[in-house]
């Protein structure tokens, strides 16, 4: 084997992955998000969810895609991992309909009609029709169409430029000793592995495979170990979509491993045992294309049905494996809470209601305050947990915002319609305290990272500042969680404090950075601050008014500040004089 054909190998593999890629694209374009919506409302059921992961699978040509999507349904919420590994079970199932497309990249004719039949014409005839349609037709659905013919054209030429490359080596005594080696179980198994955690793709290393057994040296017993590794192999793209995830999130992504493990484990025991009593002739046999692509369906189906029934066992399994953190626990606690069964008894309803927003408004208050430390105090521990938490205090708002509109939706008393409108109007405030919690995380980041420092004035006013949220933060909490309207009269005249104290500190930088004492860098991380804090008394005030509004049985944020404001009232002007000597710079 020369230069010329390793170069043609190498093209070969480059146009084989493009074309499967160009294809599976093409593919989920024309179906949209039909797939996604298909998955996670029909896998009611261990069969469905088997059946539609394979479909799936078929139709976008890859397992990985289609468990890296229940990975997010279940990281979501929206799916049961159990669900999900029955979906993944028969992605593993359908990722082998590549392996019979491939095959036909093999059907060659000697003339006539046969001849019409063969790989090239196929592919030309595929490969027109693709171009036409992508560069000449107005709809979007057709254009998608005429990529995945493209997508099917170049996987075609892709499998022909590899097995041409491939050929002379069944004359080369390394290569027939190599393959040799593979007929090792454990060797041939570690290899197809390797070799796939390196390409990501099951289906491209199956197809590589079936090129090399043009060469007519790879035999059963080689072919069938690095079939089974392969299939461990292609776990990785899958791990590698669980970094970050929530707790069933990553025992989802381990799923696909553990089964493909549990899979290849029972395949190889039950094959080899067999086969030391049995002696089956057929392991010598020289294997094709259509041979790998069978062996690889018939395996796959074999371990699917088989491992099915024991989804319990392996989600205990991973549930032993995989432990969720006490954070975790505490949220999943506040959210079973939320039955809906209680919804038929309203009373009880909103007191759990009430008991889960309390949860997440401290879970919001202690994530802003984590936000805090980390600009003088910097840890990437703690940047983590902020993170983490400000993903958590985003599903509350979902699990909390869903059940209260059903709530909204029955015979409430006017006690308790007032207790689910309030409950409705300060959610997405909690939520955006913790949104700039991160923000706040994201600029202490920068201010380490690039070891920026306040001048020593700028430190001064940022401190001020700091204390002045601190109290308005403490205020609106405590004023909601201990249901204390006084407390929440007295957040407008600090939340308009700091308004004014946000303009100065705005106003003294910009003096410091024309006298030249601060950089422009330092600016941007200066405002930045500036700006989320402002923000976060924005919200602060918001949950303060919607208190007090809805215990006057009306909602007119805007006519209460007005009054508030311009009538002074409740002892607005007494206590904006307090918090202005209190926090001044």
Same mark, same amino acid.
């Given at each position: 084997?020369?230069?010329?054909? %390793? ?9 084989? $992955?493009?074309?499967?890629? =160009? ?15 298909? $998955? ?5 059921? !261990?069969?469905? #969810?088997? $059946? ?29 991992? @159990? ?10 199932? #359908? ?35 693709? %171009? ?9 659905? @057709? ?46 198994? =570690? ?6 955690? +390196? ?9 590589? =495979? ?66 030391? +009593? ?13 041979? %790998? ?13 088989? $491992? ?18 006490? @954070? ?59 993170? !983490?938490?400000?993903?958590? +205090? ?21 006690? !308790? ?29 920068? &201010?380490?990272?690039? &070891? /920026? ?19 308005? =933060? ?73 208190? /007090? ?35 001044? %710079?």
């Amino acid at each position: 084997m020369n230069i010329s054909n %390793i170069i043609t190998l190498f093209g070969g593999v480059a146009l084989f $992955l493009f074309g499967m890629s =160009l294809m599976g694209e093409g593919l989920k374009k024309v179906a949209g998000s039909k797939l996604e919506l298909v $998955l996670y409302k029909l896998s009611s059921t !261990q069969l469905k #969810g088997m $059946l539609l992961g394979a479909g799936v699978t078929a139709i976008i040509q890859s397992s990985s895609a289609t468990s890296v999507m229940v990975v997010g349904f279940v990281n979501s919420g929206v799916m049961k991992v @159990r669900q999900a590994m029955a979906v993944i079970m028969g992605a593993i199932v #359908g990722t082998s309909i590549t392996g019979w497309i491939i095959c036909l990249s093999y059907m060659e004719g000697s003339g006539g009609l046969v001849s019409l039949l063969s790989t090239s014409t196929i592919s030309a005839v595929v490969a027109v029709i693709g %171009i036409v349609l992508r560069m000449f037709s107005k709809k979007q659905t @057709r254009r998608h169409v005429g990529d995945i013919l493209l997508g099917f054209a170049v996987l075609m030429f892709g499998m022909q430029a590899m097995s041409g490359a491939v050929a002379p080596l069944k004359d080369s005594p390394g290569f027939v000793r190599l393959m040799t080696a593979f007929s090792n179980p454990v060797l041939g198994i =570690l290899a197809g592995a390797a070799f796939t955690a +390196v390409l990501q793709s099951a289906s491209a290393s199956v197809g590589i =495979l079936q090129a090399l057994s043009v060469t007519g040296v790879i035999a059963f017993r080689e072919a069938f170990p690095l079939l089974l590794g392969i299939g461990i192999g292609a776990a990785v793209p899958v791990l590698l979509s669980a970094l970050g995830a929530r707790t069933n999130g990553r025992r989802t992504a381990y799923a696909y491993l553990v089964l493909q493990l549990l899979g290849a484990a029972f395949a190889a025991a039950v094959f080899y045992l067999s086969d030391a +009593v049995l002696h089956y002739g057929f392991t010598d046999m020289i294997m094709s294309p259509v041979s %790998i692509a069978l062996v690889n369906t018939v395996f796959r189906v074999t371990c699917a049905v088989f $491992l099915l029934p024991f989804t319990g066992a392996i989600e205990r399994l991973l549930d032993a494996l995989i432990r969720e953190s006490s @954070r975790e626990r505490e949220a999943n606690a506040d959210f079973d809470r939320l039955d809906e069964r209680f919804l038929k008894h309203p009373a009880l309803a909103v007191e759990q209601s009430r008991m889960t927003i309390y949860a997440m408004a401290r879970k919001a208050r202690e994530n802003i305050g984590d936000a805090m430390v980390l600009l003088y105090d910097y840890s990437d521990e703690l940047a983590k947990k902020v993170e !983490q938490d400000e993903d958590l +205090v985003d599903r509350y708002e979902d699990k909390l915002g869903t059940y209260l509109m059903k709530l909204n939706g029955v015979e409430l008393s006017e006690e !308790q319609n007032e207790r689910v409108s309030e409950y409705l109007h300060t959610l997405s405030d909690f939520e955006r305290i913790s949104d700039h919690a991160m923000n706040i995380r994201q600029t202490a980041q920068e &201010k380490h990272d690039k &070891k /920026i420092s306040f001048s020593e004035r700028g430190e001064q006013e940022m401190d001020v500042l700091l204390c002045a949220v601190n109290e308005i =933060l403490a205020l609106a909490f405590t004023a909601f969680t201990d249901d204390d309207l006084e407390k929440a009269y007295m957040v407008e005249p600090l939340e308009e404090h700091i308004d004014v104290l946000c303009d100065e500190l705005k106003l003294r930088h910009v003096e410091r950075l024309q006298a030249g004492t601060c950089s422009l860098q330092i600016g941007f991380v200066f405002n930045d601050l500036i700006t989320n804090f402002e923000r976060v008394a924005d919200h602060c005030s918001n949950i303060a008014v919607a208190m /007090i509004e809805l215990n006057r049985d009306e909602f007119q944020t805007h006519d209460y500040l007005i009054n508030l404001k311009e009538l002074r009232s409740h002892n607005f002007d007494a206590l904006y004089a307090q918090y202005a000597e209190k926090y001044k %710079i």
